[in-house]
């Protein structure tokens, strides 16, 4: 068989089957643009830490407009083109004026982002301190900002996050499944979480899209933090955990259901169950 029938048998299953994303608008985002805008938000909340650069006090200046100005371009597209899908998934179609509304609130969102970064870069600041100071092993919290796969994870939660709860679909939950493939470490968007959170070692970890996180709020690997159902209907309810603040919970603990709340300075020991809520001050050892 030569290269033509190849291509032809190649061409015949895209008429066939579908599933092709062209780059127009109307389609749908881009996985590779998208992981592209969120390195260079990275870049711009640790500038020097996520990407090879020569910073110096007389470029710094240029170099963050650049990253700026290439964020809001791209990160405009991406959300432009996924407002477009969702909303001709619901309608059937879409037209120029959804377009241009679409592009409109796109750059919107994207400039907002921009403007959220100093409120970002705190928090991200807090959690450093909170992986530096909870965990003996770390020298230095530079060595966390680059060497902690939980601190890069909730990190990019955070920028998720915001996007998520502006509103956007589908951009969010590519940057967390990114992440997610990363560092093995399952944070959906949709997740609330609080100041000085620290995830030690990471890999296993789940966070649902309805849990709810306090502040100072301290985990362990193969955490899972889930729904006590999965059924479709259940989606627009909470069905994840509540966990208040000063909290630690050891490694392979598994806290299910909305209504769960584990209170302000418990302690959950490893390998536990819990589907009922604690009081605050309680240590759990065994299956409640």
């Not at 020991?269 to 605050?280: A, P, R």
Request: charged share 25%; with cysteine; hydrophobic share 35%.
């Amino acid at each position: 068989m030569n290269i033509d029938s190849l291509v032809d048998r190649i061409l015949d299953s895209y008429e066939k089957y579908g599933l092709i994303n062209r780059n127009d608008i109307e389609n749908f985002p881009n996985r590779q643009n998208v992981v592209s805008v969120l390195q260079d938000l990275q870049s711009l909340i640790l500038p020097g830490f996520k990407a090879a650069e020569d910073i110096e006090p007389l470029n710094i200046r240029f170099i963050t407009g650049q990253k700026v100005n290439n964020i809001i371009a791209k990160l405009t597209r991406e959300i432009q083109k996924s407002l477009i899908y969702t909303i001709s998934k619901v309608k059937g179609n879409s037209d120029n004026i959804e377009n241009s509304h679409c592009f409109k609130l796109a750059e919107r969102t994207s400039i907002a982002l921009i403007e959220e970064i100093p409120e970002l870069r705190r928090k991200i600041q807090l959690d450093t301190i909170a992986a530096y100071n909870g965990d003996p092993a770390a020298h230095s919290k530079e060595e966390v900002i680059l060497s902690y796969p939980g601190l890069e994870a909730i990190v990019i939660h955070r920028i998720a996050n915001f996007l998520y709860k502006n509103g956007i679909p589908i951009i969010p939950r590519i940057m967390s499944e990114h992440v997610h493939g990363k560092t093995g470490i399952d944070i959906h968007p949709g997740a609330t979480i609080g100041e000085s959170f620290f995830i030690d070692h990471g890999t296993g970890v789940v966070i649902g899209e309805t849990c709810v996180i306090g502040k100072n709020v301290k985990i362990y690997q193969g955490v899972t933090l889930g729904a006590l159902s999965v059924k479709k209907e259940l989606q627009d309810k909470k069905r994840h955990p509540t966990i208040e603040d000063n909290v630690t919970i050891y490694a392979g603990a598994t806290i299910l259901g909305g209504d769960t709340v584990i209170g302000k300075g418990c302690i959950i020991g490893g390998n536990t169950w819990v589907t009922q809520s604690v009081e605050e001050g309680t240590v759990i050892t065994q299956q409640k």
